[in-house]
Every structure is written in structure tokens, then in C-alpha cells.
């Protein structure tokens, strides 16, 4: 492997980690503050790619505008994801809990499936295959749209999980939910919020990801498991966790690709899970959102 190489695998490694850390840092959210975990997480992703894509397509309106529009839209759906199943199913035990979002995942894949068929779909425009020159390696200019809004969001959740009343409830709720109720904190309203605030960030990452990627009834699969991987490996509930998690496997990811197959290349984040449950089953970062 020549350095032009390896830079150019670092490089979008780098880009791809902050795009995994703003998709894996709704799921952290809502477990660290519900302790709960959404399987369906990916496909609410997806349903925000095709937004994104119908709003292009259909009026022509840029993936970027339109994250203004999808973005409110996908926190109502989590707030009616909450009020018409979460509720419910906090008061199951875990394992009923996660059957109920596994059913949700399949029964949204099906759906798309029916409304949208199994096509690929993907926003093209000049910038498409416009890129921005890094030394020896080369970014496209979608990617690099992606990677900023991402970091630009994430600092301003942190901001808001740290410097803002509503945050301080969250967190508060995530510590100890009894202990907050006492204080007189809206359980229920919380969760609410969580929720919209989780489900809502994707509102922002799948317009900027239909431009890359194609959108299809299954995409939102292929993101869930790398989510879930990146949260496991940072450790649930962190937000610092999910950072460290996606930087580990968006490089890992992107190293391997240039170095072998992309099939081996697409096993490297699920290897680096299995060494991470083995060595520290808690994360590498066990600390909770709470923290």
C-alpha cells in the first residue's frame, strides 16, 4: 500500500466515522435516557432518505433544503413512535421489548417494499462527482457536505446534553429515572423528547446520505448493525462512546477496503466487536449519558 493510499483510505475513513457517529448517537440517546434499544432505528433512516430523494425528485428541491422539511417530520414520527408503541412496551420485559422493534424494522422494510418496489434510488446532481483535492487523496464533495453537518450537529446535541436545562433533565432521567420523578420531572414527556430528538437526527443524515448512497426498503439494515456495532464497541448510553466508536470503525472499515476485499473489508467492524465484548464486555468508554 503506497501513503497516497493509506491517506486516501484515512481521509474517507475520517468522513465516514462522522457520518456513522450522527446515525449511531440517536440510538445511544434513547437507550441512555429509556433503556430501551431500537431495532428499528435504521429504517427510520431510510424513510429519511426518501424524503430527502422525493423531495428531489418530485419538486426538485435540494437534499439539503429539504432537510429542514424531513428533519421536523421524522421527530413527530418519533414522538408518535413513543406515544403508540415505546410506552407500551417499557412495561414489557426486555426481551419483549426488543421483539417489538424487531417487528417494527420488518414490518417498515415491507411497507417501503410495497410503496416504493425494491429499486435504487439515488439523488444526482453535479456535485455528485465533484471532489476536493487533500494532498494525494480526494474527498467528494457530497461526502464532505455529509462529514460537516455531521460534526456541526453533534457538537450542538453535546452542547445541549450539557449546557441546557433540557439536557440536564435528560440526563437527570438517564441517572435515575425514580430519583428525577421525585423532583417532579415528567417521566413520560422526557421519553417523549428522547425519542424526537433521536429519531430526528436521522432527519439530517438521510438527505445527505441519499446523495450518496442508494436509497432501497433495505439500507436501513445495513446501518442498524453498524450502529449498533459503533455503541457496543464505545459503549452503550456514551456519548463520547459513540465518537470513539465510530472513529475506530469508520478507519478500520476504510483501511481494510484499500488494503483487501470489500467483503473482508465489511467483517473488520463486526471482528473488532467480537475482540471488544471479549476484552471489555461494558465499552471502551463506560460512561453514561448521564455523565
Known amino acids: ?35 430501551i434499544i431500537n431495532f428499528a432505528h435504521g429504517e427510520f433512516l431510510m424513510i429519511a432518505m426518501y424524503g430527502g430523494y422525493f423531495a428531489w425528485s418530485l419538486f426538485g428541491i435540494d437534499p439539503i433544503l429539504s ?39 420488518l414490518l417498515l422494510q415491507h411497507l417501503a417494499l410495497v410503496l416504493f418496489t425494491g ?24 461526502h464532505l457536505i ?18 441546557t436545562d433540557f439536557g440536564l433533565v435528560m440526563r437527570a432521567v438517564a441517572q435515575s429515572r425514580d430519583g428525577a420523578a421525585l423532583s417532579g420531572i415528567d417521566i413520560a414527556t422526557v421519553y417523549k423528547w428522547a425519542m424526537a430528538v433521536g429519531i430526528g437526527t436521522l432527519g ?11 436509497a432501497n426498503p433495505h439500507v436501513g439494515a445495513l446501518f442498524t448493525l453498524k450502529a449498533f456495532v459503533i455503541v457496543i464497541v464505545g459503549g452503550l448510553g456514551s456519548f463520547g462512546g459513540v465518537l470513539v466508536g465510530a472513529l475506530i470503525v469508520g478507519l478500520a472499515e476504510s483501511i481494510a477496503g484499500a488494503w483487501f476485499s470489500a467483503s473482508i473489508a465489511a467483517a473488520v467492524p463486526f471482528a473488532i466487536l467480537i475482540l471488544v465484548l471479549l476484552l471489555r464486555p461494558e465499552g471502551l468508554m463506560n460512561r453514561s449519558l448521564a455523565r
Request: charged share 5%; with cysteine.
Open 146 to 163: 455529509a462529514c460537516g453537518a455531521s460534526l456541526v450537529l453533534l457538537g450542538l446535541l453535546y452542547l445541549i446534553l450539557r449546557r
Open 1 to 35: 500500500m503506497t501513503f497516497g493510499i493509506f491517506l486516501q483510505a484515512v481521509v474517507s475513513g475520517l468522513a465516514n466515522a462522522a457520518i456513522y457517529a450522527l446515525i449511531a448517537v440517536g440510538l445511544t440517546l434513547v437507550f441512555g435516557v429509556m433503556r
Open 119 to 142: 429499486d435504487n434510488m439515488l439523488v444526482t446532481q453535479p456535485r455528485s462527482t465533484a471532489g476536493v483535492v487533500l494532498g494525494p487523496a480526494v474527498i467528494q464533495v457530497t
Open 67 to 105: 432537510i429542514v422539511v424531513v428533519t421536523p417530520l421524522l421527530a413527530l414520527l418519533g414522538m408518535a413512535l413513543y406515544g403508540g408503541i415505546v410506552r407500551f412496551a417499557l412495561k414489557v420485559p426486555e426481551i419483549n421489548q426488543m421483539a417489538v422493534t424487531l417487528g417494527l424494522s
Open 204 to 214: 439530517v443524515t438521510g438527505p445527505l446520505l441519499v446523495s450518496i448512497l442508494y
